[in-house]
């Protein structure tokens, strides 16, 4: 089993040697638990590095900051320690812990308990396999590598999604990145669950966290598609068609474009045709991006009508210059591949005129700085002449403050 370790990457096995080093000194018992061992497993490349001990944690973090010559920060409420380092990915020691859920949907109460407890506690028997760091023993309670086999996403007893229903955000998003499916069983209880209005019993805070969370997947579009037609999103949405073409349009859009806002572009694809701030509760956008997200949710049907509309640059560049660089990229995903409309306009704004407010030998003020941009939009569309943009950019300026002054 050690053997899986020496597929990963330099820095990942320097901190599992560093960790087994430091146990060996400090007579610590460490497993490795949860997505790493499932990765490992997988032969998935990077993992993170979580390890939990049933006692020891805080020993096991110090020795190992202090071997490093890192620093630990201490999480008391989740029993965990983190320890980082320069050229060594995060390292996470936790104690196993045991977790009772009083109310569905609440946060559990957590205590110290045995490796055991801590796998059984866990959302699915993928995630629910312990390496012993220091023999390369798996301890497997709950049937996690034969799920694995079988490339399934199970969950470990009857009540896991009412306990947590952010388990079923958590389980579609894991069957998609994998390419695994739910256990027939699984998927009956999350649909119960989802019918049975578990995710009404979490706040809308966390409902939109795993939402995020899924628009970071690699395969966001396939995450959100499927959690739409689930049913998982209508306690923030209400019920609602969402077409996969329309979230993959914008999976390519990001592709093209990492600068894009992810976050909003998806919710405007969720949101399209009727979307309100209201849809927006519990997201945390800022105003300003919830603004944008309603805007192409609710606007790009008159937008296009606009555009189609424009008969020149000039009239394009009014409509675009309102558009965020969002509702820019969608509405550049829906025009005709070969129009050259939005790509124009991206070269407009880069265009430079030459010319300063000096230049134009008129009293200073904000009609400057109009004038100028009415010009570099008239030299750019050929409107007129490069030769003739001082004496345009003048009497523009001229026009402007007369208008200021009345
Ligand atoms: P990722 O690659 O996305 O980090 P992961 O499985 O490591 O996948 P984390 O969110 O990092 O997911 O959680 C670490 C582990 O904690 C999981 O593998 C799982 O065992 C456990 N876990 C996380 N969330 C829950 C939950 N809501 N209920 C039960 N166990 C959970
Ligand atoms: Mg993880």
Redesign the pocket.
Known sequence: MIRLFSELPNPQRRALDLVREVSAEKQCRPYLV???V??LLLHRGVI?V?VTLEDGASTLARALAKRIDGRVRSFPQFLTYKVTAPQLPEIDITTARKERYRAPGALPTVTAGRLKDDLL???FSI??IALDVMSGEVHDPTGGESDLRNRAVRVLHEESFVD?P??IF?AIRLAKRLGFTLDPHTGELMRAAILGGALATVSKERIWRELFLAMEEEDAAAVLSALADSGATEVLFGRRETPRSRLDVVQRQIANDPELDREVMYTAALLYGNASPLDLEGSGFSQKRARNVVQIANELPRFGDALAEATSDRQRFRIFKHASPEMLSVVAATLPEETPHVARFHEYLEFELGLRGNDLEVPGGPHIAKALERTREAVFTGEIDPAQARIFAREMAIKYLDRESK
Do not use: E
């Open positions: 949860g997505g790493p499932r990765d993170d979580d506690r866990r959302d995630n629910a947590d952010t388990r958590r």
